[in-house]
């Protein structure tokens, strides 16, 4: 059966490596903080100037001071550091963050992200979305494989306004894990979720990739 939106979060963060400086998007990829592997050190990123994330406070230990970029309560660590926002998007811009997770409501087969706005509706703002996929090593998306709607996400071009123009490296859906090597490169189907088969994916999917 499709993954959940904890287990998509845990595929993500299998990708996570020690020593990783990481920055999540607001949605599923928040989820990551919960899943970091046992024994490794990564430190969370957040826009808004924080370095060190701990995972979500359980109820009743929320500090409402306390929050990430997408104004979640969060925890600290003994090894947070606090600072201001144009610190932390020098971090970003600077090429210092090696990973970053980020929803999506749209890739296309060549890498371009639309996960900001949809036209006529109301939004808060870009956020720190344009600045990670241009100044982060790493960009994973994680998102539902078909909208509300049951439209495909992961098309042959994006419709929606674009936050990046072939930046993605890694897609990870409620259904599969697609890959590619690097931005001259075709998506790859490399893994499925339990019970998901190949013409599964093939049939929600409209973006080309290889199998």
Not at 21 to 42: K, S
Not at 163 to 186: E, P, Q, W, Y
Request: charged fraction near 20%; glycine fraction near 10%.
């Amino acid at each position: 059966m499709p993954w959940d939106r904890n287990q998509m979060a845990a595929r993500a963060a299998q990708e996570l490596r020690d020593g990783y400086y990481v920055n999540l998007g607001i949605g599923i990829p928040t989820l990551v903080a919960n899943n970091i592997p046992a024994g490794m050190t990564v430190t969370l990123q957040s826009e808004n100037g924080m370095l060190g994330i701990g995972p979500f406070p359980f109820e009743g230990e929320e500090d409402a001071d306390l929050i990430n970029a997408g104004k979640q309560t969060i925890s600290e660590l003994p090894s947070s550091v606090y600072f201001s926002s144009a610190d932390s998007f020098a971090m970003i811009r600077g090429g210092h963050i090696d990973l970053t997770v980020l929803g999506a409501m749209e890739v296309a087969e060549n890498g371009d992200i639309a996960n900001w706005m949809i036209p006529g509706k109301m939004i808060k703002g870009m956020g720190g979305a344009m600045d990670l996929v241009a100044g982060v090593k790493q960009i994973i998306v994680v998102m539902e494989h078909s909208s509300k709607h049951g439209e495909p996400k992961f098309i042959p071009d994006c419709t929606l306004p674009l936050t990046g123009k072939n930046v993605v490296d890694m897609i990870v859906t409620d259904l599969c894990v697609f890959r590619r090597a690097d931005h001259n490169s075709r998506f790859t189907l490399i893994e499925l979720a339990p019970g998901v088969t190949a013409d599964e994916v093939a049939a929600k999917t409209t973006a080309r990739y290889d199998s």
